[in-house]
């Protein structure tokens, strides 16, 4: 053999020349070691799993509208400013809102005089919302009226002029034309739009959709279903395939035989297809959702638990138990599941995320919820036929579902490298 | 079949199959042995030569696939083999208790000690409170020289001989009437293990305990046993009294076995080295199963004829060797048979 001669002189430390034989990837693993950074790992996704909890329990704090809520123009681009129909009045008039304009008998002029631009959508914007004021002033029996006298104007600036000069007591322009030109005319003043909110650049974050709901509540309103599907389905399969696996394993035989014959062939079964052929035969609801994708993942436990009692189950302690005259369900109970559970608990967060991502997909195809829930997959669905337009729509729900992924995943990931001594080494 | 009243344990022509890949091995074949009330036995032998495999079998434990064929095993006055596994199960612990080779293994690393403990006596004494037990176990703790504070760790924060002596404890819990060790200092240091068997000797005089001591180590049984028996290639070879088997050994692989420990007092240079190895079991040699490394061994007899395990010529009924040289007339039994 002839081995190669070894330079003496240069000390290198042993983990340099680890580095230099590996890959690039596998270097930036490795480096992983020396730098601590799977504490970080944890820390990081910890607080990122941590803050979609809280957005799930709480999505009211966070978001601004309600899941179905249609609140804005259709196809706002995010943080672009709402083109809404402002109401504009001089500054010293008092008047805030349309409602201020209403009139009772008693008034000089029963019908205000309000200023548009001739052939502009929002005259007919102030319209609609004037009937549907004056139908609730007529049902609150106040004895108020708001029946504008809508007088047109060809420019913008006629228009302010109008309401300058008191033709007209108000002005209804869409907000991008009040803003070229409201520096000509700094008495007036838009407190409002004619629904009455106060609409400013930043109110739709990341845009709206295609019925003009907000993108953003959707989103945070979405975290909820997301979870639930993510924690309920793992939860559903730990409970079902950690007894299983314990029994099995324990038991061995025919027993395990059959059991893990049953439980490959689920486990060999392409999992999005059984999860739409579940879904498909149970019916469009998120208890069913959970159910197809529990009985996806009880093979994952199933097959876990089993090896790891198989093992433990060989420990002298086991066998310790036996010569104190323990009975079985003792063993099983107070010997190996506690050994058996800490491996469990790392792939039960993994889990989590590939149970909310087989939900994404199970609803992105239009599968297992109803269609109208605040749910990713739905939503990004629903706005891929516009992709090319509004690339927003699918855009944010797609980065939703990758972060609450990676969060899961890399929490998993690196409580794995961190609890389990024999994998630190590698 | 009757026993006597000083013999506590029978173990009656038992063997013990293995399924392995290669066929059926016997780990203990056809093995006879009487343990009587209050005495510790060292029971020796080299690795694999069956002394884990019948320590275990005397609890009717399994050891992996190992079944027991057949034999009897008389326990004070009843056949184990006779009983149910739930009525076993009610024996072992309260009656039969075990200590495992490896402290380090054979507690379970989730539990704490006293729990341990309690649950012990708890599973065979159900009436007794959670009190009761805790303070017994505690009790038994101080006595075996562990503070009473700590029965609260868990197995990981205790040394090896602290955690040997808490499966020693196991065994006193509800006091059993004899404890199998099986190789119980095999991994503990010298010093550690001086003081354990002064401690089991101690014990057996104050708890009236039985001991079989499994070990490899020849020192060990000549520290603390009464009597040795001596195991090779799944069977017995030779059974007495520890001075007269230490002293004067019968069979030629006990004299082998003695010859190997060192010994600072006779410089004889090189160590002894026994010739050969132990043989495999899924085709032991025929005839007698020492007789290809055997020193003395007779061409005519040994390879050919098995010999019996009985006392040799002349001696008391307390000695016994599986020997041709002690067994009268070799070639006559030979011839005869």
Known sequence: ?426 | MATSSDILYSVRNLTVEYETRHGVVKGVDNVSLDIRRGEILGLVGESGSGKSTLGKAMMRLRNGSARITSGELWFDGQNLMELSERQMRDLRGSRLGMVFQDPMTSLNPVQRIVEHLTETMLTHEPEWTEEEARARAEELVERLGIRRERVKDYPHQMSGGMRQRVMIALALALNCDLVIADEPTTSLDVIVEAKFLDLLKELRDEFNLTILLITHNIGVVAEVADRVAVMYAAKLVEIGDVNQVFEKPLHPYTEGLLKSVPNIELDSGALYKMEGSPPDLSSPPPGCRFHPRCPYMMEEVCPIYDPPFAPPEGASEDTRVACWLHHPHPQKVAIGA
Not at chain 1, 7 to 29: N, S
Not at chain 1, 97 to 103: I, M
């Open chain 1, 1 to 426: 053999m002839n081995l190669p001669v070894q330079d003496q002189e240069t000390a290198v430390p042993q983990w340099e020349e680890e580095l230099a034989r590996v890959g690039f990837v596998r270097r930036l693993l490795r480096a992983r070691k020396w730098y601590g950074a799977d504490w970080w790992f944890v820390a990081i996704s910890s607080v990122m799993v941590l803050a979609f909890i809280v957005v799930a329990l709480f999505p009211q704090w966070f978001a601004p509208y309600g899941p179905h809520e249609q609140v804005g123009p259709r196809f706002l681009a995010p943080g672009e400013t709402p083109d809404l129909p402002l109401l504009i009045v001089r500054a010293d008039s008092g008047l805030s809102t349309l409602e201020d304009l209403a009139t009772g008998p008693d008034d000089e002029v029963s019908r205000p005089p309000i200023a548009v631009l001739r052939g502009a959508p929002t005259a007919g914007a102030l319209r609609e919302q004037a009937a549907l004021l004056d139908d609730e002033l007529q049902e609150s029996d106040s004895g108020l009226r708001l029946r504008p006298n809508i007088r047109r104007y060809d420019t913008v600036e006629e228009v302010l002029q109008a309401v300058q000069e008191g033709e007209a007591f108000a002005a209804v322009l869409s907000s991008v034309q009040y803003e070229e030109a409201a520096g000509q005319f700094p008495d007036l003043d838009a407190p409002s739009d004619i629904s009455g909110g106060v609409a400013s650049a930043g109110d739709f974050l990341l845009g709206t959709n295609q019925i003009g709901q907000d993108v953003y509540s959707r989103l945070i309103w979405g975290t909820r279903v997301a979870l639930i599907i993510g924690f309920s389905a793992s939860l559903v399969a730990l409970f079902l395939g950690v007894p299983l696996g314990l029994v099995a394993g324990y038991a061995g035989g025919k027993i395990d035989r059959v059991m893990t014959v049953f439980m490959d062939s689920l486990y060999a079964f392409p999992g999005l297809i059984l999860a739409i052929a579940i879904t498909a035969v149970l019916g469009p609801s998120i208890l069913n959702v959970i159910i197809a994708i529990a009985v996806l993942y009880i093979p994952t436990y199933y097959r876990i638990v089993r090896g790891q009692t198989l093992s433990v189950k060989q420990e002298v302690y086991v066998e310790a138990a036996r010569s104190i005259g323990a009975k079985p369900s003792t063993i099983l109970r107070r010997y190996i599941y506690p050994n058996v559970i800490p491996s469990v608990s790392i792939i039960f967060s993994v889990n989590i995320a590939d149970a909310i991502i087989t939900g994404a997909g199970l609803s992105f195809l239009g599968l297992g919820l109803p269609p109208s829930t605040a749910d990713w997959g739905i939503d990004i669905a629903r706005g891929q036929e516009f992709i090319q337009t509004a690339w927003w729509l699918v855009t944010f729900p797609g980065l939703a579902i990758m972060l609450v992924v990676l969060a899961f995943t890399m929490l998993g990931e690196g409580l794995t490298e961190i609890l389990n001594p024999k994998l630190r080494d590698r």
